[in-house]
């Protein structure tokens, strides 16, 4: 289970989290907290029998998971389950809608929905090689 918590407890996401899966699975969990400037370890996605990745803000969690983002592909390939909510949901497809509440100028949600973003962000995953990468969009004029 990865969870960021901006400034807060990230072990108090987990408890919320995790208690509901427990108590429906009977699994253990091993918990990937992020923090800014520490980044998620790959190896923590290696021989999981499920990935789930918690909400908050989704820039946080972009930048987090990166480094482990092929790993996290690979073992959901092999038929891992990934549930993800809120922000976690973003880390998935090959195209997420990242934040932003303004496009063009043009307010389009209020400020308080952006994740912190000014103009809305979409990023897509390219595929190169071995490795999967991301790179950011920016917003298509006139949209």
């Known amino acids: 289970m990865a969870v960021h918590h901006g400034a807060g407890n ?3 996401l987990v408890d919320a989290c995790a208690g509901p899966l427990r108590a429906m699975t009977g699994c ?4 990937v907290t992020r923090a800014a400037g520490c980044p998620a370890d790959p190896a ?3 021989d999981v029998e499920g990935v789930v990745v918690g909400g908050g803000l989704t820039p946080a969690y972009w930048e987090g998971l990166h480094p482990a983002r092929a790993a996290i592909c690979r073992t959901v390939a092999e038929g891992t389950p990934y549930l993800g909510f809120s922000a976690g949901a973003m880390g998935a497809p090959r195209r997420a809608l990242v934040g932003g509440y303004r496009i063009n100028g043009v307010e389009g949600c209020r400020e308080e929905c952006s994740e912190g973003l000014d103009g809305v962000d979409t990023r897509a995953r390219a595929r190169g090689g071995s490795r999967s ?3 950011s969009t920016p917003p298509m004029p006139g949209r």
């Open 133 to 135: 990468r991301w790179m």
């Open 10 to 12: 990230p072990h108090e």
């Open 44 to 46: 923590a996605f290696s």
């Open 28 to 31: 253990g969990i091993v918990t």
